[in-house]
């Protein structure tokens, strides 16, 4: 109700300039970290995390808390990162009995001669049936 009563207010004061949407003239509150804490936290981001893994949203909020003495939770170093466009890449997982390259070598040409055998043998069934028929 209060809210109403502001916008009749200014309406009567100043007309229809009154009524205009102002939150564009609103800029926000200033960002968490400055423009030179933001370049150091680029340069950081560059080399490995301190435990020597990748950065992820909790360790950039533990790089920052060390940097501010202040808490930085996780979720704001995740918001950070994808600020600064950066993704947490993984490698995929190999499975442990997976095959070397020479033994994917040797399954793939085993595999294209039993293909090519398999061909042979559907085309000589085929010519067979078309024999009885």
């Not at 804490?37 to 490995?48: H, K, V």
């Not at 995740?78 to 993984?90: D, G």
């Not at 793939?108 to 049936?129: C, I, Y």
Request: charged share 35%; no cysteine.
């Amino acid at each position: 109700m209060e809210a109403i009563r502001q916008i009749a207010r200014r309406y009567n004061r100043q007309g229809k300039e009154g009524l205009v949407d102002r939150r564009h003239q609103h800029p926000g509150q200033k960002g968490f970290l400055s423009s030179e804490r933001q370049a150091y936290l680029g340069i950081a981001l560059q080399e490995r995390a301190p435990d020597g893994g990748l950065w992820n949203g909790r360790k950039v909020g533990d790089w920052l808390t060390e940097l501010i003495d202040h808490r930085v939770d996780r979720r704001r170093g995740w918001e950070y990162l994808r600020s600064m466009k950066y993704r947490l890449r993984i490698p995929r997982p190999q499975h442990q009995k997976s095959a070397t390259p020479t033994e994917q070598e040797k399954w793939k040409k085993a595999h294209r001669l039993r293909r090519g055998l398999l061909a042979v043998k559907t085309e000589q069934e085929n010519s067979l049936t078309d024999l009885n028929n």
